[in-house]
């Protein structure tokens, strides 16, 4: 709650894909190595797919291996919003999208320099924008 967009889970489903209202409305995650970004080397921006706010630059993208787009920073800690999550057994940091609230991935400290940290994104919770 408290979000700039707010939509009821219909409305979303009238938006969004069934693979991209799972994951960012139920905070689902795509198998590994299936996402349609995950190999995108192009120049651009990638933007949350539920409302459009900018998220990652294609500059701070990076193969992490582990079959899920990375980066090593956002577009600012301003466009997302950072939270613990306890949920199957673990202890994870999850990122949602500060507009909409919806559920893009986790970040992980085992990222490269400069920041050290992987935001492990899920492909279906974003759309690419070349520039
Ligand atoms: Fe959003």
Redesign the pocket.
């Known amino acids: 709650m408290g979000?700039e967009?707010e939509k009821s889970d219909e409305e979303w489903k009238e938006i969004l894909t069934p693979e991209e209202f799972k994951i960012?409305r139920k905070k689902g995650t795509e198998p590994p190595f299936t996402g349609k970004l995950l190999h995108n080397r192009k120049k651009g921006v990638y933007?949350?797919?539920?409302?459009?706010?900018e998220?990652f630059k294609s500059s701070s993208k990076f193969d992490s291996g582990t079959g899920w787009p990375s980066f090593f920073e956002p577009i600012s800690e301003d466009s997302i919003e950072v939270k613990i999550d306890s949920s199957h057994g673990m202890k994870r940091t999850e990122i949602?999208?500060?507009?909409?609230?919806?559920h893009?991935g986790h970040v992980f400290g085992d990222g490269p320099e400069p920041t050290g940290l992987r935001y492990c994104m899920n492909s279906a919770a974003l759309h690419f924008k070349e520039k």
Do not use: K, Q
């Open positions: 979000h967009v960012l933007s949350c797919a539920g409302c459009g706010n998220l949602l999208c500060r507009t909409c609230g919806g893009l």
